[in-house]
């Protein structure tokens, strides 16, 4: 540390201040390093190697304290973990300037090292400690939305009622990191129809066009449903209809990585977005552009066992029954 580094702040917490799901008392567990950077769209990458001890206690979609700033694991593998630094992230902390080789340090979320303390099979369930209790269910205004965009910015699932259009819930993932295990939750659990919102200008670039007549009851644009045209199966599949989704998703896609007709359904956004249509499609696109990521998602109602659609009480349940934040359109 030398005189005019930039520090990144965070004043402590007061009495009666809200808790908002990362609980960090200003300790550095340990000392990581940035193994690399990979820029996404307007959103950035870190991959951190920290000590093994530190690794164990983190899961996907937790969160950590890198240089005293609050971020969401996106992804842990073997001897490394990344997390997503969305643009306002980037530019109002010092993270932004971060590269491969530099030092950082780590503090893990407090919930997350007392689990790990009661032993491997508490340690198992820190995904669903940490991340299932604070974001879950209906959280209103600028909090909620900026919730629902950092858990699809490390990947994570999101559900949204539509109060305007549909009357219907949709539980939504962003298609850069969608997995198979994301798709075959929505087919297992969600129950509804899977369908692939894009930005026009996406559309445009692979050449999927409209299917002909004037959409369903409630203006929804259905196009063209797409294989990837690479798979060696039937395109019906979890991971091969999740792989069709990530090559959406890729900006250097074009018309001939897909076979047409196919098993995943693209849907067209308003070119405004939600200032020309209040719809699951338009929210899906606006929720992956502010995640900094493609602007492309994948939506799907959430669906009662008894065959009817989810309600707002429904919702609400299904919210914090699979931990996830619930925001709706306006």
């Not at 402590?12 to 940035?34: F, T």
């Not at 692939?196 to 196009?223: K, N, Q, W």
């Not at 405004?272 to 998602?297: F, N, S, W």
Request: hydrophobic share 45%; aromatic share 4%; proline share 8%.
């Amino acid at each position: 540390m030398e005189p005019g580094v930039a520090v990144n702040l965070e004043p402590p917490l007061c009495l009666g201040d809200p808790l908002d799901g990362h609980l960090v008392q200003g300790s550095v567990d340990a000392v990581g390093k940035v193994l690399r950077v990979d820029d996404e769209g307007v959103g950035r990458q870190l991959w951190i190697r920290p000590p093994g001890r530190v690794l164990a206690q983190l899961a996907g979609k937790a969160p950590i304290a890198v240089d005293g700033v609050s971020v969401t694991v996106a992804e842990v593998l073997r001897d490394r973990f990344s997390v997503v630094l969305l643009p306002s992230t980037a530019a109002d902390t010092t993270l932004g300037a971060l590269g491969a080789g530099d030092r950082v340090n780590l503090e893990a979320d407090l919930v997350a090292r007392l689990v790990a303390r009661r032993g491997p099979a508490a340690a198992r369930d820190v995904d669903a400690v940490v991340t299932g209790l604070p974001w879950a269910g209906h959280i209103g205004g600028r909090t909620g939305v900026d919730k629902v965009v950092r858990q699809l910015s490390a990947g994570g699932r999101v559900l949204v009622w539509d109060a305007e259009t549909e009357a219907e819930a949709d539980v939504i993932f962003a298609g850069t990191r969608l997995k198979p295990a994301a798709y075959r939750f929505l087919l297992t659990q969600v129950c509804g129809f899977p369908a692939v919102p894009c930005a026009p200008e996406v559309l445009e670039r692979t050449g999927i066009e409209l299917i002909p007549g004037g959409g369903d009851r409630h203006g929804t644009a259905f196009c063209v449903p797409v294989d990837l045209a690479e798979g060696t199966g039937t395109g019906v599949s979890a991971a091969e209809r999740a792989a069709t989704v990530r090559k959406l998703a890729d900006p250097g896609v074009v018309p001939a990585d897909f076979l047409r007709p196919g098993h995943v359904s693209p849907l067209r956004a308003k070119p405004g977005l939600l200032g020309e249509r209040q719809g699951h499609t338009e929210a899906t696109v606006a929720l992956c552009v502010g995640a900094g990521l493609a602007p492309v998602g994948v939506c799907c109602e959430v669906m009662n066992p008894d065959g009817t659609m989810a309600s707002p009480a429904d919702a609400e349940i299904a919210a914090l029954r699979w931990g996830m934040p619930l925001a709706v359109t306006a």
